[in-house]
């Protein structure tokens, strides 16, 4: 099992930028392609973005794509979220996940990862 704890939440103006950040320990990051998730009162959990563990390939939902990047710095074993042209509708608690191997068919299934932190509140007011 490997710790995740994000961070880099906070408050900002329609249109704004954040990134996100999570650092993993306790087993080899390298072992595991990581994704970034979040959750707004009422709703379910919603996919953003998934990277393999060498970065080589990376997904996106639709409703991010071309305003969202997901990175990794192995040497950090962080995983990162840049958030740019936030809206209010993007509020919400963002989460990232691992899992072993991620795949195109199940990336946006939250029930394909494993392993969880504990969350970054995102907030963006209009």
């Known amino acids: 099992q490997v710790q995740l704890v994000e961070s880099g939440g906070g408050l900002v103006h329609r249109g704004g930028s954040l990134r996100l950040s999570c650092v993993a320990s306790g087993r080899r990051f390298t072992d595991y392609d990581m994704a970034w998730f979040r959750q707004a009162p009422g709703k379910e959990r919603e996919f953003l973005a998934a990277i393999t563990w060498n970065g080589d390939r990376t997904y996106y939902a639709d409703s991010v794509k071309g305003r969202f990047t997901i990175s990794r710095h192995n040497a950090k074993d962080t995983v990162y979220l840049q958030m740019n042209s936030l809206l209010p509708e993007d509020t919400a608690v963002y989460y990232c996940?691992?899992?072993?191997?991620?795949?195109?068919?199940?990336?946006?299934?939250?029930?394909?990862?494993?392993?969880w932190g504990q969350g970054t509140q995102v907030t963006v007011s209009s």
């Open positions: 996940a691992a899992t072993s191997q991620v795949s195109a068919t199940m990336v946006a299934v939250p029930e394909h990862y494993r392993d």
